[in-house]
């Protein structure tokens, strides 16, 4: 059964780097590609952007020059940055296979001093 | 504003069937397939149907999808208290080169 499970600070301080792991239980991540979502409380789903297994990514043309994404195959992750954050990036995070055939439960990230 | 537009609600009767639109572009719907997504209140989304009109294993076959143009639509027939809750569209957009939502719709079971 694969799992996903999403991982790190549940507070940012404003201007600082959001960072969040998505660790893969029952697939390999070297397969498929894998994807973060993110919706702010009471409100819709936005994509944040997706990673191949190769390493080629696909990122939000409205966050793309905050945000970077890895891979990490010994550990079977991968990652999530996002620099500079406001008060509009807080929202839950989610991580995704593929476009979004399995999820992630989620995690809170509020960006707040 | 979502790129995609769906109806912010939409309800209907036991029993009764309901459709939810989803309206896009060329860019997005009309040249890329379509997923829908469930969300139940403090879940996660889980995908109900893919490439426009396909169910992953699990989703009943009372949910059915289409697409037709630049436009979408997921149906739901008998329905369920249980269906009560959120959906979403979603597709690729090759002008953004990324993917767009819609809204969402929340489905209410009167």
């Known amino acids: 059964q694969v799992q996903l499970q999403e991982s790190g600070p549940g507070l940012v301080k404003p201007l600082e780097t959001l960072s969040l792991t998505c660790t893969v239980s029952?697939?390999?991540?070297?397969?498929?590609?894998w994807s973060w979502i993110r919706q702010p409380a009471g409100k819709g789903l936005e994509w944040i952007g997706r990673?191949?297994?190769?390493?080629?990514?696909n990122y939000n043309p409205s966050l793309k020059s905050r945000v970077s994404m890895s891979l990490d195959t010994s550990k079977n992750q991968f990652s999530l940055k996002l620099t500079s954050v406001t008060a509009a990036d807080t929202a839950v995070y989610f991580c995704?296979?593929?476009?979004?055939?399995?999820w992630g439960q989620g995690t809170l990230v509020t960006v707040s001093s | 504003q979502s790129v995609l537009t769906q109806p912010p609600s939409a309800s209907g009767t036991p029993g009764q069937r309901v459709i939810i639109s989803c309206s896009g572009s060329?860019?997005?719907?009309?040249?890329?397939?379509v997923n829908w997504y469930q969300q139940l209140p403090g879940t996660a989304p889980r995908l109900l149907i893919y490439?426009?009109?396909q169910r992953p294993s699990g989703v009943p076959d009372r949910f059915s999808g289409s697409k037709s143009g630049t436009s979408a639509s997921l149906a739901i027939s008998g329905l369920q208290s249980e269906d009560e809750t959120d959906y979403y569209c979603?597709?690729?957009?090759?002008?953004?080169?990324?993917?767009?939502f819609g809204g969402g719709t929340t489905l209410t079971v009167l």
């Open positions: 995704t296979k593929g476009a979004g055939d399995l």
């Open positions: 979603a597709a690729w957009d090759g002008s953004l080169s990324g993917v767009v």
């Open positions: 060329s860019s997005n719907i009309g040249s890329n397939p």
């Open positions: 490439t426009n009109n």
């Open positions: 029952g697939d390999s991540i070297s397969s498929h590609y």
């Open positions: 990673m191949y297994s190769s390493g080629g990514t």
